[in-house]
Every structure is written in structure tokens, then in C-alpha cells.
């Protein structure tokens, strides 16, 4: 029987009530592991985006330290300094929430030989430091603390977090354009 077959006919003989849960159970897993593994091996992304959370907290950290200065001088000069220090510590804060972020990279290949042929975006998914947020202001806002989205953040940064990132990747053939996502 093909393998492809033997899933979709043991739950339909599940359906049609010629078999029990269990043995549906059973064969379901005895299919599992006489088909062969898929290879699991993720394409080779490069990793330097790791370190670019760096940037935006040397900036934010440097706009503090010389608002830090400026209020130093004293009198009007807090009027120049406040606006470094509001601007300085969230972005020092965002940048260092972000460091330990699961990453999300978006790899467009147009098929196309003029521009743009290929687009590739990475940008960090701050889920912990947005589900605190919403965790903090949920009271504050109707209906928002019954939804439970905080805790879905919650459990999609461990999950991102984990040896398994989840990869997508859509290829409409040589001339097409191929798409990978990956979540991790």
C-alpha cells in the first residue's frame, strides 16, 4: 500500500467504524515508524543578526550616558537632557529585551531578473517583553486580560526558543519565486 494512502485509509476505517481508537492508534504509529524520516536538517542560514541587537542599545546607551552629562551642568540644561534620557533608556531597554529574542527571517527569491531580485528581511520578535506589556496593561484595557494572548506569547517565545525552530518554505519552480520563513 502507498505510503501516503495507509494514514488518510486507517482514519477513514476509524470513521466508518470498522476499527477501534486504539488499533487506529496503533497502526497509525506502526506506519510512523516504518516510513523513513524526512531529512530534518535546516537550511544553513547565516547567524550574524544575533549581534545587531547591539546596535540600537551602544546607540541608546550612549544618547543616555550624554543626557546623563548634560543634567550634570545643572539649571536649564535639564530641559536638553530630558528628552536624551526619554528617548535613551527605552531604546536601551527594547535592544537589550530583544537580545534573547527568537529571530524571524523572511527570504524572498522574485524570479525576476530585474530588481528587485531578491529580498531577505530579519528582525527580532520581542514576544516575552510584548506579553509582559500586555500582562501589565490588560487591567487597563476592556476585555484584553480575558483573551489569554499573554500567555500565548508566553508559550510561543519557549516554543521558538527551543532546538526545533518552525521553517516554511514555498517554491513555485525554477522561474517562480521561492519564499522561506524562518521562525526561531
Known sequence: MDEEKQPAEI????????????????????????????????????????????IPFSVGLGITVAGAGVSTLGGWWWLCAGPLLLLGIPLVTLAA?????????????????????????????PLRFTAWMLRFFSPKINGLDATGVDELLFALDEGLLSDTPIYIEVDEG????????YLG
Open 97 to 125: 529585551a530583544s537580545s534573547r529574542s527568537p529571530w524571524i527571517h523572511v527570504r524572498v527569491s522574485t524570479g525576476r531578473d530585474s530588481w528587485p531580485r531578491r529580498i531577505a528581511i530579519s528582525l527580532p520578535l
Open 174 to 181: 525554477e522561474e517562480g519565486e521561492k519564499i522561506q520563513v
Open 11 to 54: 482514519i477513514s476505517q476509524l470513521e466508518e467504524g470498522l476499527i477501534d481508537v486504539e488499533e487506529a492508534v496503533r497502526r497509525l504509529s506502526d506506519v510512523e515508524k516504518a516510513s523513513p524520516k524526512p531529512d530534518t536538517e535546516l537550511p544553513e542560514i547565516s547567524r550574524p543578526w544575533y549581534a545587531w541587537w547591539l
